[in-house]
């Protein structure tokens, strides 16, 4: 099974973009990547996901390497409801979690 | 389209008493995951269900947890009897093909057994 890393934590300020990164050295060349948050006491959340070229939406934005073994979500402008976990799925679609990235947002 | 719907919310039980948690998903999806969140040990994957059956429950944690997913609409987790140290966080979610488009989760249920 491929398997992702990402660091277990990172802080921003309100206002500024945040870059969460992602390796997935593993992933094979079909599979998708995916990006859940999951806010406190809730469930998780989709974000985003890609195969090969960078995808915006709504919510964030991601940037997929070329080789595709890494990728970085992207918020653009921080706000204090975007503190949650963020999880780099696997290309799984069992859908493993792993500890994900607890991002903390200052005012 | 109101997402996955779980119930209860909350549940408090006794030990050794039967709790069984619902799950509704999303109309037109193929596929049923439930999940388990501790502090301790994260998002587990416990069983999933591809167009009702269940494909991998390598995840259930002993015989005493059983799911079961009778219609396209409904599934259950029951755990017969309850332990203490399964107070935890239960979440369905749900998806459509093979989740290109994402996954949906429920709310989730807040088990816990005293």
């Known amino acids: 099974d491929a398997k992702t890393t990402q660091p277990n934590s990172m802080e921003s300020n309100e206002e500024e973009p945040v870059h969460l990164p992602c390796n997935h050295s593993t992933i094979s060349g079909t599979d998708y990547i995916h990006w859940y948050r999951q806010l406190p006491s809730q469930g998780p959340e989709y974000v985003i996901h890609?195969?090969?070229s960078n995808v915006n939406n709504r919510m964030a934005s991601l940037a997929i390497a070329e080789d595709r073994k890494s990728s970085t979500l992207i918020l653009h402008r921080a706000t204090l409801r975007d503190a949650a976990v963020y999880y780099c799925?696997?290309?799984?679609?069992?859908?493993?979690f792993g500890a994900g990235t607890t991002v903390t947002v200052r005012a | 389209d109101a997402g996955v719907i779980q119930s209860p919310r909350h549940e408090v039980t006794e030990m050794g008493q039967e709790v069984t948690l619902r799950c509704k998903p999303i109309?037109?999806?193929?596929?049923l995951f439930w999940y388990r969140q501790t502090m301790m040990r994260g998002l587990e994957l416990l069983i999933y269900f591809n167009n009702n059956v269940p494909i991998d429950d390598s995840g259930m944690p002993e015989d005493r947890f059983s799911a079961k997913m009778p219609n396209a609409s409904f599934s259950t987790l029951k755990i017969q009897p309850s332990e203490p140290r399964d107070s935890a966080v239960y979440f369905c979610?749900?998806?459509?093909?093979?989740?290109?488009?994402?996954?949906?989760f429920g709310s989730g249920t807040r088990l816990t057994v005293v």
């Open positions: 799925i696997p290309p799984d679609y069992k859908l493993s």
């Open positions: 109309s037109g999806h193929d596929y």
């Open positions: 979610a749900s998806s459509a093909d093979r989740g290109e488009r994402g996954y949906t």
């Open positions: 890609g195969l090969t």
